[in-house]
């Protein structure tokens, strides 16, 4: 039917089928993908055991990239509970690093739910390189106090540099108490800075 409203419903279906009425909708599964659900869990494994992966996941426009990731993430949380952070290109933004800026908010969210111990030990201890570009990372108590509340100015390019390095540096020490998993959603749209600094 082309009205949307007057269509059968799920339930309807089951009942012309022969099901009792009331009876519960199944939920929709997740079918097919098995090569790249692999792929996925493979990577993750490699990462597990130290070795750094990287996955591209590629095809046309709504194939379900974004859902494949998706079911990969909550799998993954089920089985192994790691630190997801999750980012999102987007086409002509102004927001600084926006490929980053979601999943940079996640790394502050997971930091601030430390006991402040592995805090202290997973923190680069004196760059606040990052804190400048990512200023959510000052609501983190063991980054306010190494910046002293303010971030400041810096060169553009030297700022980039250390930043990147503390970023390598903060995931490497993450990943010694957790699994460290970044998705980056459309990453077509990815501008020069988030590239550089990845």
């Excluded at 990052?130 to 030297?158: E, K, M």
């Amino acid at each position: 039917d082309v009205e949307p409203t007057t269509r059968a419903t799920a339930a309807d279906v089951l009942v012309a089928l022969g099901q009792p009425p009331g009876r519960e909708v199944p939920a929709a599964g997740f079918f097919g993908r098995h090569n790249a659900l692999t792929a996925l869990s493979d990577a993750f494994a490699a990462a597990s055991s130290g070795i750094a992966a990287v996955v591209w996941v590629e095809g046309a426009s709504g194939i379900g990239k974004t859902t494949l990731l998706e079911h990969f993430r909550r799998s993954l949380e089920d089985a192994h509970r790691p630190l997801v952070l999750h980012g999102r290109a987007r086409e002509g933004t102004s927001t600084p690093f926006p490929a980053l800026d979601e999943a940079i908010d996640d790394l502050a969210t997971h930091l601030n739910a430390l006991p402040a111990a592995i805090a202290d030990a997973v923190l680069p201890k004196k760059d606040v390189g990052l804190a400048r570009l990512f200023p959510v990372l000052t609501r983190v108590p063991a980054i306010a106090r190494a910046t002293g509340g303010s971030v400041g100015t810096a060169d553009p390019a030297g700022s980039h540099r250390r930043a990147s390095e503390a970023l390598r540096d903060l995931v490497h020490r993450l990943g010694r108490h957790i699994p460290v998993v970044l998705l980056i959603d459309d990453l077509q749209w990815l501008d020069h800075d988030s590239g550089a600094l990845l």
